[in-house]
């Protein structure tokens, strides 16, 4: 260790926020903007396209109108991040408009929906956690009272009804106020920014409240929802493994085990891409709630220290979070790949000159040629028939 770091460790005015977390704050802000802004054109172009497949008529099922409130609600995080990042880069630019009074309000505003955003986001990762455990630990109960394309839609309104309502306490935790003139190494003549309240009491309670109604409970149980969808994935392959060794000696058991095969691996599939959804939300919601409920404890002299110079990393990961989806559905969901594929892809798509399509977890090939012989029509006449997606 070199004296300059044992002189540091000894300083016991040396802050772990200004020892460490300052430096790391300080590299990572130089690419922190054109990053959030790569990252914010991307979920917003992919969220859109989120939207547009999740809502097609054939792609309608609960799980997939949650996913939809989702994506629109992710877009309109990134979306809402593109105007605050552009007014951010042109504020480290020392521009006098960015640090005018009403940009200033702007911003406030902006934060403030970001956060609205970000929690109804948060709230359908723990609704479609709940709908996926129900759907899997007791399918039929499920198939009647919980997993409903109408009870997926009505629970998206109230989310969007009830989340502003439980975060308008944090709405009164900023301010608009003038700063000290060569703040930021800017020299402007009126300059401001948005500072903490001066109600300590206020502050200390928003943050007590965000941090743990809001953040670390949620976060607790959509974890104990991981575990145990992650268990029933395993107890589902095991008994599907059992089933198909007990039908290798009987015929109709084989049969019934070919057919059941496909439907069994999009669901496997589908719920293996929904647990990594729910496992990036914990993760990136986990230490936002940690950090606001020490803002909460240790108060504003923790919130300046510690939590603002983690901020801009913890806004990175959040809008990477709510960029990504779109990747996972593409490479996960064979239904949402040929939806996609559908409505995006036929100017690219090389045609398959009559040949049957095949959606895995479907019977669309043999209906193909038996609506075919059955009304001697043409294999592409035949088609408009059936629904070739499958419901997930």
Not at 40 to 68: E, W
Not at 192 to 198: G, I, P, R, T
Not at 327 to 349: A, E, I, K, R
Request: one cysteine or more; a positive charge.
């Amino acid at each position: 260790i070199s004296g300059s770091e044992l002189e540091s460790a000894d300083d016991p005015t040396c802050m772990f926020g200004d020892c460490y977390l300052k430096p790391f704050s300080d590299v990572y802000d130089q690419i922190h903007i054109p990053l959030s802004l790569t990252i914010c054109v991307f979920g917003a172009i992919s969220n859109i396209f989120n939207i547009i497949v999740l809502t097609r008529k054939r792609m309608r099922t609960p799980i997939n109108v949650l996913l939809a409130g989702l994506s629109f609600s992710q877009w309109m995080l990134a979306s809402n991040y593109l105007g605050l990042l552009t007014v951010e880069h042109y504020r480290m630019q020392c521009y006098s408009l960015p640090w005018t009074y009403p940009l200033a309000w702007y911003r406030l505003v902006n934060v403030n929906f970001n956060v609205v955003f970000h929690t109804v986001a948060f709230s359908h990762a723990l609704v479609i956690a709940v709908f996926r455990y129900g759907a899997l630990r007791w399918p039929v109960q499920a198939s009647r009272y919980l997993y409903r394309t109408e009870l997926a839609l009505i629970t998206t309104c109230v989310i969007w009804l009830i989340v502003p309502i439980i975060c308008s306490p944090i709405f009164f935790t900023s301010q608009v106020g003038e700063i000290q003139v060569d703040y930021m190494n800017c020299s402007l003549r009126v300059m401001y920014d948005l500072n903490y309240s001066q109600n300590a009491a206020l502050v200390k309670f928003v943050f007590w409240m965000f941090g743990i109604v809001v953040k670390l409970i949620p976060s607790t149980l959509l974890s104990f929802l991981l575990i145990a969808l992650i268990r029933l994935l395993h107890n589902v392959e095991r008994k599907r493994s059992k089933w198909q060794k007990r039908g290798d000696g009987c015929e109709s058991l084989k049969n019934s085990v070919i057919r059941s095969k496909r439907s069994f691996m999009s669901t496997t599939r589908k719920t293996r891409m929904l647990v990594i959804i729910l496992f990036l939300c914990v993760a990136v919601e986990l230490p936002h709630g940690a950090l606001n409920l020490c803002t909460g404890i240790y108060g504003e002299t923790f919130g300046i220290r510690i939590y603002d110079h983690l901020g801009s990393f913890m806004e990175m990961l959040t809008l990477l979070y709510s960029s990504i989806s779109f990747v996972l559905y593409c490479s996960m969901s064979n239904d949402f790949l040929h939806t996609f594929q559908s409505l995006f892809c036929t100017c690219f798509c090389a045609p398959n000159n009559g040949a049957a399509a095949y959606y895995p977890g479907s019977k669309v090939k043999s209906h193909f040629r038996y609506r075919q012989r059955q009304h001697g029509l043409p294999l592409n006449q035949a088609n408009a028939y059936i629904n070739i997606a499958p419901r997930l």
